[in-house]
């Protein structure tokens, strides 16, 4: 069971983010404050858990958390100021949306940056360790791989449906096939050399 949080006696948000090795598409960051006396068995890294596992987790952390938020930047962005920076502002952009103003938060990974004078510990591999950012982590999956496969419907050829813009070798070759669409991230190296 992961906890909540690191100290129970502060307000705790959670970060992460996720689709930054994608070649479409937004990263998308959310923050999660959680209750201190929060526990699921299932909650973790939401890459090790299920498509279905996530969706059942996602109303219960909607419910029970005391406030979330998601944060969307878009490729236009990623590409002007670079997919680091992007993360760091969408989990930025995320925080401020919370209806709640968090005392600290936990970033997944080795390195954040932000214009809020919020206290931060990044914690590398958080999103397995501590249940604030594993939450976090759940949402902006969840929330990511719905806008993909939305987006998949106007741009089939992709297969984001599946891949959610992830470099498979189908997403290549529709690309060396078709060009990038709007969504692709133009300061990626969207195919091999």
């Known amino acids: 069971m992961l906890p909540p949080r690191i100290q129970n006696n502060r307000i ?26 929060f526990k699921h068995e299932a909650l973790n890294d939401s890459k ?3 498509e279905k596992a996530r969706l059942q987790l996602t109303e219960i952390i909607k419910n029970e958390a005391l406030a979330w938020a998601v944060s969307f930047v878009e490729p236009v962005i990623i590409d002007r100021i670079n ?6 502002l969408a989990m ?9 103003t968090p005392e600290h938060l936990l970033i997944d990974g080795n390195r954040f940056r932000s214009k809020l004078p919020i206290a931060y510990t990044c914690i590398v591999k958080g999103d397995s360790k501590n249940g604030s950012i594993a939450a976090a982590s759940i949402l902006a999956k969840t929330y990511r791989d719905e806008y993909m496969k939305r ?3 106007d741009f089939p ?5 599946s891949n959610v813009g992830y470099p498979t070798k ?10 990038p669409t709007a969504y692709h991230r133009k300061s990626f190296r969207l195919l091999p050399d």
């Open 48 to 50: 090790q858990l299920s």
């Open 92 to 100: 930025e952009r995320a925080v401020k949306k919370l209806h709640i």
């Open 170 to 179: 189908a997403h290549r070759e529709a690309i060396r096939t078709f060009g």
């Open 157 to 161: 050829a992709y297969a984001w449906c």
């Open 151 to 153: 987006i998949h419907e």
């Open 12 to 37: 705790e948000a959670g970060c992460d983010e996720v689709g930054r090795g994608c070649l479409a598409g937004p990263v998308v960051a959310a923050a999660v404050i959680l209750p201190p006396t």
């Open 83 to 88: 997919i680091l920076n992007a993360s760091f």
